[in-house]
């Protein structure tokens, strides 16, 4: 309980100054906490409620704000600001917020009003219980803080009068609800809650106390540093103390992960940081993380993990756990919010929050384990997780953006984030698939089979107006596509009707949702591309432009697409690290510097630290061979010379061997020429949409003393986070030069990359295809050497591979030998093979 203090007036909650007692029991500087906070933590009641579509935007929510506080009274004040400073519990405690409307006490016989805004797309009748509590304790926790800063001025006011206003959007109207509140009720539920948050804040401060006392003494956990990770740690500490940048292109093998988070941490010990963020956007390089971090747990650290997974993978529902009612309500949401603070508190200071410790935890206390993982965000040192966490505009987590907490941020794998960012800020809808979404809704939701017939129509609509009018050049097209490129900088180049299409389904969503009906589960992954299209919509910026394609254009069914496509997500990337305290982005294939920094939304001044490779050049042999041309329209022809290199390179040495080709149409074919020619090895292929069990699969294939060859694709999960160590991989054969396919969207970022208004404005099909190309080639070299005992060898089969464009992007320890015909490669793979059984028995 809130409690008084000696030598002041028996009134509880009251603040005094500082005595002897009061430091003995509190801290020396008080605990800050915002009305937000506290409610959050400890005044949620009830079901996890999940609304049939997204809710009010925060922009509409501000317009409606502005627009009521505009009305109020005169004499009344908008955002006004409560502060107070208190005991509880023997802790200091400075609690604050800002009530939307503040209406003084006019006369003795009225007490003072404040009013809390809160917009909705229903009627305040149709709002869950759930929501309807939440919001009136956070205006009850505003009463708390207006009387007792009234008292602390000498006032003895004993009650308030507090209203919620709730202002449906569609209606574009007010429903206002009143109650007088004394201050005993106020306090008393105040009270409650504040004991409950510093209760938790004591346990929490307790484990960080061993986070830092651990962190600080925490020594290397390997013998010694490898060649430049002493470097990489000394840079990435200082970048993360500073509150600054860092780009680091560090080779693959030389513990990238261990050379970013033994610096973190270090710097979490020295409390210049309050969380570390890690991301990766792969399973692999969430494993070699747990890895890192166990051998930091073996040498002393205490320190909490959390590792953030898809819903999709973690719902309890989906994988069989559980089953939903006949109304789609998961009965794990059901008092989701009266059994959590048991699980958070089960949770808490445990060094493995992982998926598999969640879901057992859920599985007690029969909770959604997805949802206790976002419970949980705030009260770990170090969270893992995907990109779209962090930068997704539909799927972030606001939590994670608190400007308040220092947060850092290490961005793994970074070279995968402006392609995948520019799909974050990208949205597409698709006629084929909104038919289907109708024709599902027609018979239970005839009112939302309307709707999206209407946005069916006007897709089609859109697209017409490029077919009959030459507004707007083709930027390609064949036998089968059309497709155009718009401006979005004004509103008559902008879809309009698409887009009240699009709103009046999101409302019939609302309205079902109104009266607790859901929409058809086998809609749902097109609900998901209706929302980001709703979303994108509200933030497009000169970074995007419309990409209309019309599919078989002489079928009965035309096919038409609309995509609101983001060429470069450089300046939303920059944005969302703005609210980090600091952030590190690495990888071993980050080049050139212009092309990196242009698409991350780096600052050209930020600190660029390129690394050299830890292990001796001569263990690695890399052939360049420019008697194949894997160019689309010479495929055929070189079908013979590209089976014969891959023959001579598999028999050069027994052992395990991977060659990645650009394409899965060009993997079969080769696969097909390579069986007839060599009947009596059996090749493994990669396939698409493998399930995780036949990627296991095919990777176990490679293990030591085994003699594999494999097929796969540049750019997919066997070319990049995978560790192939020692005699797991000792070769690498690279067809082509990685070019991503020549399509619609490549093209328009070749266009757009050209402009003559871009600031970067350099050789668009450098930008579009050489180097994102040649960054799957890198990464995919990268698989052959992780330690230093480790040899083999890489093959880049194409002519091109000679041009100086590449070279110049070749790293630096490469030393490479041209073979100039099959014959040659053969004679100079034994060499470099017999060098190395020699350089072995020397070592013997």
């Known amino acids: 309980m809130v409690t008084a203090l000696r030598g002041k007036p028996t009134v509880a909650g009251l603040l005094a100054e500082p005595t002897e007692e009061h430091n003995t029991s509190a801290s020396a500087s008080p605990l800050k906490l915002s009305v937000g906070e506290l409610v959050a933590f400890s005044c949620r009641r ?44 023997g802790q200091d405690i400075l609690l604050e917020g800002r009530v939307d409307i503040l209406h003084p006490q006019a ?47 000498g006032s003895s006011v004993e009650e308030v009068s507090l209203q919620m206003v709730w202002y449906n959007l569609k209606e574009k109207k007010s429903y206002p609800e009143q109650s007088l509140f004394s201050w005993e ?39 010694d540093y490898r060649p430049g990770q002493r470097q990489l740690a000394v840079s990435a500490y200082r970048c993360l103390r500073d509150a600054g940048q860092l780009v680091v292109e560090a080779p693959t093998g030389i513990g990238k992960t261990i050379s970013t988070l033994f610096p973190a941490i270090k710097a979490l010990g020295e409390e210049k940081l309050d969380q570390l963020l890690y991301l990766t956007a792969k399973n692999s390089g969430r494993q070699v993380v747990r890895e890192t971090i166990a051998k930091l747990h073996g040498v002393g650290l205490k320190l909490s993990l959390l590792e953030l997974r898809a819903r999709d993978t973690t719902c309890a529902c989906k994988l069989g756990l559980c089953s939903r009612d006949d109304e789609g309500t998961c009965p794990r949401t059901q008092g989701f919010y009266d059994r959590l603070p048991q699980a958070r508190k089960q949770l808490l200071g445990q060094p493995w929050i992982t998926p598999e410790a969640l879901a057992k935890v859920a599985d007690q206390w029969h909770l959604c384990p997805f949802e206790l993982s976002l419970q949980m965000l705030p009260w770990a040192d170090l969270v893992v997780c995907d990109f779209n966490y962090v930068f997704d505009p539909l799927v972030r987590i606001s939590t994670l953006q608190d400007p308040r907490y220092r947060r850092a941020l290490l961005v793994d794998e970074a070279h995968n984030l402006s392609e995948r960012a520019r799909e974050m800020y990208s949205a597409s809808l698709s006629r084929r698939d909104s038919r289907r979404a109708a024709l599902a809704c027609k018979s239970n939701h005839p009112q939302l089979y309307r709707r999206i017939q209407s946005l069916v129509r006007a897709l089609a609509q859109w697209s017409k107006r490029f077919q009959e009018q ?25 879809p309009t009707t698409v887009s009240r299409a699009t709103q009046k389904v999101l ?37 995007h432009q419309a990409l209309t394609r019309v599919i ?78 894997t160019r689309y329209q010479a495929r055929q022809s070189a079908l013979p010379a590209l089976v014969d290199l891959i023959a001579r390179v598999y028999f050069s040495r ?90 619609e969207e490549q093209e328009l970022l070749r ?60 790293p630096k320890h490469w030393q490479i030998q041209t073979s100039k015909s099959g014959e040659q490669l053969s004679q100079q793979l034994g060499c470099f093979w017999n060098r190395q059984y020699l350089n072995e028995c020397t070592v013997e």
């Open 46 to 89: 009830g079901d996890l409620i999940h609304t049939g579509g997204p809710g009010p935007t925060a922009q509409e929510g501000i317009r409606a704000h502005q627009k009521l506080q505009k009305r109020r009274p005169k004499g009344a004040e908008a955002e006004y600001r409560l502060q107070v400073q208190l005991e509880c519990s």
């Open 552 to 629: 078989d254009q002489d079928a009965p069914w035309q096919e038409h697409q609309l995509k609101l496509m983001c060429m470069n997500a450089a300046g939303f990337l920059q944005e969302s690290c703005a609210q980090f305290h600091g952030a590190l982005f690495f990888s071993a294939t980050l080049r050139p510097t212009q092309f990196v920094t242009a698409q991350l939304g780096i600052e050209p001044e930020t600190p660029y630290l390129m690394l050299p490779s830890p292990f001796e050049a001569s263990h690695q042999g890399v052939f360049l061979c420019p008697f194949v041309d």
């Open 654 to 743: 027994p052992g395990n061997y991977l060659v990645f080709f650009p394409s899965y149409r060009f993997l079969q074919m080769v696969v097909e020429h390579f069986q007839k020619d060599y009947p009596e090895i059996q090749p493994l292929q990669q396939t698409p949409g493998a399930s995780d069990r036949e990627r296991e699969a095919f990777l176990a294939s490679f293990s030591e003393g085994a003699q594999s060859l494999g097929f796969a694709i540049m750019g997919g999960v066997f070319a990049e986070g995978i560790d192939f160590v020692g005699e797991k991989l000792i070769g690498t054969i690279i067809v082509g030069t990685g070019l991503p396919q020549v399509n």
């Open 470 to 494: 030459n507004l707007y050049k083709e930027i390609r097209s064949s036998q089968n596509v059309q497709a155009w490129c718009s401006p979005l900088n004004s509103e008559e180049d902008r």
């Open 507 to 543: 409302d019939a969503l609302s309205e079902l949702s109104e009266q607790e009906k859901f929409p058809p589960e086998e809609i749902g992954e097109w609900l998901k591309s209706l929302y980001r299209y709703a979303c994108i919509e509200q933030i497009l910026s000169g970074q």
């Open 185 to 223: 009720a106020l306090e008393s539920f105040a009270g409650d809650a504040l004991s409950l948050y510093i209760h938790w804040h004591r346990a929490w401060q307790a484990h960080r106390q061993q986070v830092i006392q651990t962190a600080k003494s925490l020594p290397f956990p390997f013998p």
């Open 751 to 810: 266009q757009s990359a050209e402009h003559p208004q871009t600031p970067s404005a350099v050789n668009g099909f450098d930008i579009a295809y050489r180097y994102p190309g040649m960054t799957r080639v890198l990464q995919t070299a990268g698989r052959v050497i992780r330690t230093e005992s480790d040899r083999g060898v890489i093959i880049l089969a194409d002519y091109r591979f000679a041009d100086m464009f590449y070279q110049n992007l070749y």
């Open 107 to 153: 006369d003795l016989h009225q007490p003072a009003q404040l009013d809390e805004i809160k917009t909705t797309y229903c009627h305040p009748d149709k709002l869950p219980e759930t929501t309807r509590l939440y919001h009136w304790a956070q205006l009850k926790i505003y009463g708390f803080c207006y009387l007792l800063q009234q008292r602390q001025k």
